[in-house]
Antibody, heavy 121, light 110 residues
Framework: EVQLVESGGGLVQPGGSLRLSCAAS????????MNWVRQAPGKGLEWVSY????????YYADSVKGRFTISRDNAKNSLYLQMNSLRAEDTAVYYC??????????????WGQGTMVTVSS | QSVLTQPPSVSAAPGQKVTISCSGS????????VSWYQQLPGTAPKLLIY???KRPSGIPERFSGSKSGTSATLGITGLQTGDEADYYC???????????FGTGTKVTVL
């Protein structure tokens, strides 16, 4: 079964750090571009970051640029999001999502169940 | 502050049809493929439409997509109570070098 499972969410104080992980299974992880998408409570979807299969191209939303770092370990079939200098507005459910087809950047066909990040004192 | 605009809500009776619009610009919808996602309450989003009008395996023909210029439309026919959800359009924005989602539309079955 094709699956993505996020972990690492939790409660963190403003200014703190957190590292999210996404474990992939059921497909050749190293062949696919991956993304992080978040959703604040009661709000819409917001794309956060993108990484190519070989990690040679990375993009970030302006709202997280300079604070978040996306990475991957193809040997471990895992995607990561290092989040530093966290703010209250970063509070959200964070989803990892797979690009439908390598090189297309057109749609996300597989999503994880999400992990909740709460930034509060 | 999404760059893609959708109506906040649409509604119709069971069996009827609804359409959801998604308005963008030349840097996103105008020059890139549009996808649509369904998010049932308390669950992760699910891909409904990709490449403007293609359905992934397992998505019923009741769901359709189209694109014209800088706008896209999702259509749902034969509306069912199970279709009550939030729907989002999405596409790559070449100017922003970012994927952008629409503001989201809540579908209510009356």
């Amino acid at each position: 079964e094709v699956q993505l499972v996020e972990s690492g969410g939790g409660l963190v104080q403003p200014g703190g750090s957190l590292r999210l992980s996404c474990a992939a299974s059921g497909f050749t992880f190293s062949s696919y571009e991956m993304n992080w998408v978040r959703q604040a409570p009661g709000k819409g979807l917001e794309w956060v970051s993108y990484i190519t299969s070989s990690a040679n191209t990375i993009y970030y939303a302006d709202s997280v640029k300079g604070r978040f770092t996306i990475s991957r370990d193809n040997a471990k079939n895992s995607l990561y999001l290092q989040m530093n200098s966290l703010r209250a507005e970063d509070t959200a459910v964070y989803y990892c999502a797979r690009d439908r087809e390598p090189g297309t950047q057109d749609a996300f066909d597989i999503w994880g169940q999400g992990t909740m990040v709460t930034v509060s004192s | 502050q999404s760059v893609l605009t959708q109506p906040p809500s649409v509604s119709a009776a069971p069996g009827q049809k609804v359409t959801i619009s998604c308005s963008g610009s030349s840097s996103n919808i105008g020059n890139n493929y549009v996808s649509w996602y369904q998010q049932l309450p308390g669950t992760a989003p699910k891909l409904l439409i990709y490449d403007n009008n293609k359905r992934p395996s397992g998505i019923p023909e009741r769901f359709s997509g189209s694109k014209s210029g800088t706008s896209a439309t999702l259509g749902i026919t034969g509306l069912q109570t199970g279709d009550e959800a939030d729907y989002y359009c999405g596409t790559w924005d070449s100017s922003l070098s970012a994927y952008v989602f629409g503001t989201g539309t809540k579908v209510t079955v009356l």
